[in-house]
């Protein structure tokens, strides 16, 4: 049973920086892609960035494109979202997921992951 545990949210200022990690343990990491995905107050849950097996490809979100960035570590099981030049619209609860079906592709549909994380909320203050 593949567990998805995310960490790193909090408090931050308009314009500064916050590095989510989320840590898997169970099924072979390297297997799936993985997406990171938010959900605002009263909205729909959102694709943020995603990333293949090995790293090699990744896909962001128009409103994220060039201040987030993804990563993986395999040996680690661990998947990275690094965030800079915060904004206030950024302010929600962030998701990890896991696609089991996919390890080459990165869907942004939140129905096409398989295995998702409790969570971690960011708030960014203007």
Sequence with gaps: QVQLVESGGGLVQAGGSLRLSCAASGR???NYAMGWFRQAPG???E???GINWNGASTHYANSVKGRFTISRD???KTVSLQMNSL????????YCAADFGRSTMIYTTPA??????????VTVSS
Excluded: H, I, M
Excluded at 87 to 94: F, I, Q
């Design 74 to 76: 395999n040996l680690e």
């Design 112 to 121: 096409t992951y398989d295995r998702w994380g409790q969570g971690t909320q």
């Design 47 to 49: 694709f943020v960035a």
């Design 87 to 94: 904004k206030p619209d950024d302010t929600a609860v962030y």
């Design 28 to 30: 072979t990491f390297s």
């Design 43 to 45: 909205k729909e849950r």
